[in-house]
């Protein structure tokens, strides 16, 4: 089971002082039934209490309950859908961060990721490609063409002098990616991401809501190795932190991969020889390109489910309140 | 536009009024205590409005409210938009704008020429929602300001930014067509047009406009050549983006009519003047109406499911009357 909005099942934990509360009223209820009643008829009436209030409030409580499950949105199990869309539209979304000029990749991570797009792009055909850069900001070098001749200017002009802002703002760069697919064509729309993904963190769950609302498929590349390197100034030198020790750049290759599976693509790393063979075998097959009929597995949502069993706890908290228990009451 | 996926589950809606009636209006129900008024003989007898009842009214409102938007919940409301999808590729369009300073002249009310051609071809864009189209300006030089894309926004956002004399002072038609040409190659389109806007005669650049139209001819590029301005003097009023300065004056200069109808009709397009905003804009039109491609169009429905946020009201609806009724007023169930 996989919940769309796991953190709405915080709710649950309000729900303990609500039921708590409840339930210490309901033991003056008890102490004031015997201040009413006297001692002798008090287990004559605790059979109606128990069954109209505290049984009544816990079916509330477990109503109540159930509704929440609901909103946190369950899914399990699959089901196929036809897919319309043939083609592609990629967003290549480029890191230019200071990082990117480690050299765990020859030359660097930066000229490594420019020969893997451009190889990506060169083998696959009926596609358009627009190329966004990004650091702690980002610019659309080009924006969604068939336009070979502009990709390869815009590859061209990749570098870090693009984009002045520092740091690697992955979720900004993402959501102006996803916001830069034309639409009007029944292509797929895939960002492909080169980055070395060294701040991955935070709450990226609406991002991925948007992604997957906006049929945007997330491929990564990691462009460095886990153990990372020291980042060469032009100046010559390396980068050093405030202390005057080298800074050492890895990739966050776990947050690459939750990107990448959460948007329902797929993690690649630059080291690989064969990475372009991968990117492009896996591109052609998201392109379904040619094919007559195409199927696409989706997880299938069940908070109805819940909604229903929430409808009839309440139903029967209805029916315990306005039933006639015995003479008393 | 709103639709339900399950709208057979609004069928549960119908036990709704008899559990309002059992919990409510029943006499025999459980938890009462019954009492006979028929020996009265006074005024009718009512309850006093106190705080107490209008809060347990409120309770029970909302609590048959929650219960309504619980179903509605399971209904699956969901907001759908209309997306259009072009099966068919439509025309790569290439439009080529001069920036030389002479588009300042005043001469096409209220806005200048430059302005006044920025208004309207961003009309034309919006008319062309299923083509590529592209932007090439020039001067002395010429650039690429978009390839052809359907990215229509960005493409009007790169327009408004265009400014005049940033490529220099000059106007080198034959580098804008050539670049243009250049471009539109690199596509896929069957169909490929250039728009060519300029007021004055080629002056810069390596590359003669009857070339660049030879070499746009041979690559089955149709140009369309619009030549702007009257022919009377027009102030002109236009600031150096490089240096800042302003520079005033009245232009006399006139658009070379024959190396325009010569460039449009070597690739098979056409030659239109344009001496206002309104002939401008039918110029545009012409062009419009003759570059029609036959369109097979798909529409595609983008659902967005809200049965959440209407879960979320119709529980916070059910915990008020639990905490009005329960807690707040300690009503016996």
Do not use: C
Request: glycine share 8%; hydrophobic share 50%.
């Amino acid at each position: 089971m996989r919940f769309e909005y796991g953190r709405a099942l915080w709710l649950l934990l309000a729900l303990v002082p609500l039921a708590g509360g409840a339930y210490l009223l309901y033991r003056r209820s008890l102490s004031n039934l015997t201040y009413l009643v006297g001692q002798h008829q008090r287990v004559a009436f605790m059979e109606a209490l128990t069954f109209k209030r505290f049984v009544t409030g816990f079916l509330f409580h477990v109503a109540l309950a159930l509704g929440v499950v609901a909103i946190a949105d369950p899914h399990w199990g699959e089901q196929s859908i036809e897919d319309e869309r043939r083609g592609l539209e990629v967003v290549f979304l480029m890191d230019v961060s200071n990082s990117m000029l480690a050299e765990d990749v020859a030359p660097n991570r930066l000229a490594r990721s420019r020969e893997v797009a451009r190889a990506v792009y060169a083998r696959l055909s009926d596609m358009a490609a627009g190329v966004i850069a990004f650091k702690g900001d980002e610019t659309v070098i080009s924006p969604m063409t068939e336009d070979s001749v502009a990709f390869e200017r815009a590859m061209d002009i990749l570098s870090g002098a693009l984009v002045s802002t520092a740091g690697t703002d992955i979720e900004a760069a993402l959501r102006v990616a996803a916001d830069s697919f034309p639409g009007r064509t029944e292509r797929r729309k895939v960002v492909l991401l080169f980055t070395d993904g060294q701040e991955i963190s935070g709450n990226y769950r609406g991002l991925f809501r948007n992604l997957r609302g906006l049929d945007v498929t997330v491929v990564t590349v990691a462009t460095g190795t886990a153990a990372g390197s020291m980042i060469p100034l032009p100046t010559g030198g390396v980068l050093r932190d405030l202390d005057g020790n080298p800074v050492v750049a890895g990739v966050d290759l776990d947050g690459l991969e939750t990107l990448a599976a959460e948007t329902g693509g797929k993690h690649f790393s630059i080291n690989d020889a064969a990475v372009v063979n991968q990117l492009t075998d896996y591109l052609e097959e998201v392109s379904a390109k040619g094919r007559s009929v195409v199927f696409r597995v989706r997880e299938t949502p069940r908070y109805r489910l819940f909604v229903v069993l929430s409808v009839s706890m309440l139903v029967l908290s209805v029916l315990f309140e306005i039933r006639r228990w015995g003479r008393v009451v | 536009m709103w639709v339900l996926d399950k709208p057979i589950f609004l069928l549960l809606l119908l036990p709704i009024p008899f559990l309002v009636y059992l919990r409510h209006f029943w006499t025999k129900r459980g938890g009462r205590v019954m009492m006979s008024t028929s020996m009265w003989d006074g005024e009718v007898f009512r309850p006093p409005a106190t705080v107490q009842s209008a809060m347990l009214r409120v309770a029970h409102l909302a609590y048959w409210l929650g219960w309504v938007l619980l179903v509605l919940a399971l209904a699956g409301p969901t907001r759908t938009t209309r997306e259009r999808i072009y099966l068919t590729r439509g025309i790569d369009i290439m439009i080529v704008l001069d920036q030389s300073a002479s588009m300042a002249a005043e001469d096409f009310r209220p806005g200048n020429r430059f302005e006044t051609a920025r208004t309207v071809i961003t009309r034309f864009i919006g008319d062309r929602p299923g083509d590529h189209i592209g932007l090439v300006g020039f001067s002395a030089e010429a650039a690429l300001r978009v390839p052809p894309t359907l990215d229509h926004d960005y493409l009007r956002g790169e327009l408004a930014r265009m400014a005049l004399m940033e490529l220099g002072d000059g106007t080198a038609i034959g580098m804008g067509v050539a670049l243009s040409a250049l471009h539109l190659q690199a596509g896929g389109a069957e169909e490929r047009v250039i728009v060519l806007l300029t007021d004055g005669v080629n002056n810069a650049g390596e590359i003669s406009p009857i070339s660049a139209a030879e070499a746009a001819a041979s690559a089955g590029i149709r140009i369309y050549a619009i030549g702007v301005g009257s022919a009377r003097e027009a102030p002109i009023e236009v600031r150096d983006p490089e240096t800042g300065q302003l520079y005033r004056g009245i232009v006399r200069d006139s658009y070379d009519e024959n190396a325009l109808r010569r460039i449009a009709e070597l690739s098979g397009g056409q030659y239109f003047t344009a001496s206002s905003a309104g002939t401008l804009q039918a110029v545009f039109e012409a062009i419009g109406t003759a570059q029609t491609v036959e369109r097979r169009v798909r529409i595609h429905v983008r659902r967005e499911h809200v049965y959440r946020e209407i879960l979320m009201v119709a529980l916070a609806l059910l915990l008020l009357d639990f905490l009005l009724r329960r807690i707040v007023l300690r009503v016996a169930p």
